[in-house]
């Protein structure tokens, strides 16, 4: 499946030492699941952690679920070790966090060779270098850091968000220029819905391909959000049905509930009904 059409709706944090959670998400309706060794895992069962995902992995179960591996930072007593162990396991991406410029992806690759990299974007400097960092050769996807750039931009919390603006602006057109899959960050009150939907919508309308979860209970919202409506899908069919025959025509414009219809919108249009398609080829396995 072509990486831009495949669905990223909801990307699920999981804890890579814990069992039950490693067999629970195999019956999670997620597009991706992020197996956590950095910030889930304790201290001293960081080695531990390495075996009992690799392990998991090996038996498999996950079904067409990208499988994301979230290593320490290389620059802890874990990362180095996390890398090494990755290049190892039945991985489809290792995502490496706070990264702040394309060195650290370097770094990171001349460690797991080719394997895709996704970078957590989530530090003041990360934000102002995004363009080289998605620029890299192995740059795969960006995932948004939320808590922790707002810690570090010591900003307030309110629910529109306008404090990260600027930096989750970038970190999109850093993104979108490149052709990188870019998923939001997660939204903590995990038993507010209506905070969630809000979210989740206006993440969708800057063009996130999705959101980071921390728990379950959030992925049927999100998948809703970042899936196209039934109201899309109608009229993207209705689109490119109108183009199509106003081009036949021999003319490039057509009208559509009284709107114009141009060639970048009949390309949107059928993106749109490759999405659906995506998703629907994912539930049906």
Request: charged share 25%.
């Amino acid at each position: 499946m072509d990486p831009r059409q495949r669905p990223y709706r909801s990307v699920l944090y999981i804890p890579g030492s814990r069992d039950r959670a490693l067999d629970k998400a195999r019956t999670l309706p997620v597009d991706a699941i992020i197996f956590d060794l950095e910030d889930a895992v304790a201290a001293d069962e960081k080695a531990n952690a390495r075996d009992t995902l690799k392990a998991a992995l090996a038996e498999g179960g996950y079904g067409e679920r990208v499988k994301i591996v979230r290593i320490n930072g290389l620059d802890t007593e874990w990362g180095r070790a996390d890398a090494e162990a990755v290049r190892e396991m039945d991985a489809d991406v290792v995502l490496l966090p706070k990264v702040g410029s394309a060195a650290d992806v370097d770094a990171l690759a001349a460690v797991t060779g080719d394997l895709p990299i996704w970078a957590m974007m989530e530090t003041p400097q990360g934000m102002l270098n995004a363009a080289e960092i998605a620029a890299h050769p192995l740059m795969a996807g960006f995932v948004m850091g939320t808590n922790d750039l707002a810690k570090d931009l010591q900003t307030r919390f309110r629910p529109d968000r306008l404090p990260l603006m600027t930096s989750l602006g970038l970190c999109v057109l850093a993104a979108k220029a490149e052709g990188l899959i870019i998923v939001d960050g997660v939204y903590n009150a995990f038993k507010d819905e209506d905070g969630l939907a809000a979210e989740c919508e206006q993440g969708r309308d800057m063009g996130f391909d999705g959101k980071t979860l921390i728990h379950p209970a959030q992925v049927n919202i999100t998948n809703a959000a970042f899936a196209p409506s039934e109201a899309e899908i109608d009229l993207a069919r209705r689109q490119i049905a109108a183009f199509e025959e106003t081009e036949a025509q021999g003319q490039g414009v057509a009208v559509v509930d009284g709107k114009i219809v141009e060639n970048l919108h009949a390309v949107t249009a059928r993106e749109i009904l490759a999405k659906a398609k995506a998703i629907s080829a994912l539930q049906a396995g």
